[in-house]
Structure formats: C-alpha cells, structure tokens
C-alpha cells in the first residue's frame, strides 16, 4: 500500500552523492534499508565513500554507478547499465548540481543547465519506465529557493556559454528543476510514482569550492551542517505522509509555494517539448 510507503528493502538512486546534501542523502537511505547506488561521476572519489557509508550502516547494498551529467551519452550509458539487469528502481533522488562554473556540456550547453537539469531530464526519462513498473515510486529534485530570481528562461541563452558565471545561469536551472517536477508530476498522474522537489536551505558543502578558500571559510561558517539542510530532499524520498502529493514544492519539510514562474504550467509543458527534442538521439 502506497501510504505505508518505506525505502526498506527498495532500490534508490541518488546523484551526485560522493559528497554534500547527496552523500547525506545517501546515508540516510542506506540506513533505513534501501539499496543505495551512489551515482557519480568520479569511481575514485566515491568508492571509499560507498564503503564508508556500508560500515556505517552495516550492510553492502550500496554501490557505484558511473554518471558524468554533462554529457548525454554518458547519462545514457548509466542508465543502460542500470536497467540492463532488470532490476526495480522504487526512488530516484536527483540530487548533482554545481554553481558559479563556466563552460559547456559535452552537448552544446550551458555548463550549468546541463548538469543540474538536462542530465537529469534524460536520466529521469529513460528510467521511468522501470519506476513505474515498481511503482510505488518516487522522485526527488533538489532545487533551491533562488529559482525566484528566474522570471522565465531565454532558450537561446541555454546554447551559449557565460563569459562570466553568475548567479542567473544557477536560478534558470533550479527553476527547470521545478517545472520539470510539474509536468512529471502530470504525466505521471495514476501511474504510482510520485514526484517531489526539495530546497535544502544553504548549507556548507562544495559546491562553494569556486570560492577561494579564506572566503568560502567566512561564507560557509554560519551555514547549516549538510546533515541539517540535506533534511526536506530526505523527508521527501520517505515520508509516507506524502504518498498522496505530487509535483510540489517543499522547504524546511513543509509544503511552499514556489515562484509564479515556477507555476506556469504553459512554460513548464514548453520546458518538457523542448528538453524531449534536445535529448531525442538518446531516448
Ligand atoms: N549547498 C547549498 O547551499 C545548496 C542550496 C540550495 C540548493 N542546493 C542544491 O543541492 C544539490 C547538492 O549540492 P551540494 O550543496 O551538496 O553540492 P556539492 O557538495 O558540490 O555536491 C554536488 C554533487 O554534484 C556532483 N556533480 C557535479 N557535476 C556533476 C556532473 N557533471 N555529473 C555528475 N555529478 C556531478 C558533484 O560531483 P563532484 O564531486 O565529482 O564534483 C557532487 O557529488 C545541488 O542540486 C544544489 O543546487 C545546494
């Protein structure tokens, strides 16, 4: 029954999670019994944190899953690896994201939007399928309050590279992050799987490792832990409570209206239009 809702004994997959709010979320999954795949892109770096995290909790259902999000061919081979043994998948926390970087997706865009949307489009597209076959199932958008700075998004903006990174490029991403919740959250209607999109809060993680050192200790000091501000994208993935919610916004667990651009329905069909023929080679 979907209101007993519990990630024991489930599959989950979580972006991003050799560090930060995903290795927090990672954590936190593992101990309440899911099978954790720890989707990053770098096997070096992730696999003593996939060891770290199986002594801590005292089992080995937690593993690594190669996932470089710039690049859509390397989402597609992810994903393939994942469904190639016919597993279920029962939550997918999309979770990676990187701020304040400049450059392009292996694909041609903008670093940013790529990363912490278009990746996770894909991803999400070429999974769902099996999510529904194992619903009930959940995902999960880690987005950000700074989605408000985003009043709509310029698509020809998307194909250019910033010549200087700002805050703006980040904002249009998170509010993909939660138009892209919507819409699923739409479509998904009667299927069993659930969508969620969570604003962590700041917290003291690397996604400050743009900033020098001595200024990021000023700025990261006051910060909540990742522990703290990874706690909404948690309660999201494993509320049973939520069972009956979809496509909304949530911040400091509770429910939050997001911005009235995050709640266009037209941009959000629009964002989904595009994305499918963005990514179409790889569906
Ligand atoms: N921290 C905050 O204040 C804050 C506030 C609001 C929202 N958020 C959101 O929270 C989420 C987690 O961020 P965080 O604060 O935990 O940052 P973080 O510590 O920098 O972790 C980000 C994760 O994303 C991964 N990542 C970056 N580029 C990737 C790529 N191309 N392919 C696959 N993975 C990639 C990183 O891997 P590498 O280690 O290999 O780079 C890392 O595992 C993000 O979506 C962020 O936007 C954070």
């Known amino acids: 029954m979907a209101e007993t809702w519990t990630v024991d004994g489930k599959t989950s997959i979580v972006t991003g999670s050799n560090t930060g709010l995903g290795r927090v979320t990672a954590v936190e999954l593992a ?51 994942f469904l190639a043994d016919g597993r279920p998948l029962h939550l997918l926390v999309n979770n990676a994201g990187l701020a304040g970087r400049r450059g392009m997706t292996a694909d041609g865009f903008e670093l940013t ?48 590279p910033r010549l200087v990174p700002g805050r703006s490029e980040y904002a249009v991403s998170k509010l993909a992050n939660i138009l892209f919740n919507r819409e699923l959250a739409r479509r998904l209607t009667g299927t069993g799987v659930t969508t969620y999109a969570a604003h962590p809060g700041l917290a003291a993680t690397d996604i400050y490792r743009v900033v020098p050192p001595p200024i990021r200790r000023l700025v990261t000091r006051s910060m909540p832990t990742p522990e703290n501000a990874a706690r909404t994208q948690v309660w999201c993935a494993t509320a049973p ?20 651009a995050a709640l266009d329905t037209g941009l959000a069909a629009e964002l989904w239009t595009r994305s499918e023929a963005w990514v179409g080679d790889f569906l």
Do not use: C
């Open 31 to 81: 101990r309440r019994g899911s099978h954790v795949i720890l989707a990053s892109r770098s096997e070096e770096r992730t696999t003593p944190i996939v060891e770290e995290i199986g002594r801590q909790v005292g089992h080995d259902r937690v593993e690594f899953l190669a996932l470089d999000l710039s690049s859509l061919a390397s989402v597609k081979s992810a994903a393939d690896t």
């Open 113 to 160: 939007f790529g990363v912490n949307y278009l990746g996770h489009y894909l991803l999400t597209r070429l999974l769902m399928n099996r999510m529904v076959a194992s619903a009930p199932a959940r995902i999960v958008h880690v987005a950000s309050s700074v989605h408000h700075r985003a009043r709509h998004i310029d698509w020809e903006r998307l194909r250019k």
């Open 241 to 260: 409570e939520l069972w009956e919610e979809s496509g909304r916004y949530y911040a400091d667990r509770r429910q939050k209206d997001p911005s009235p």
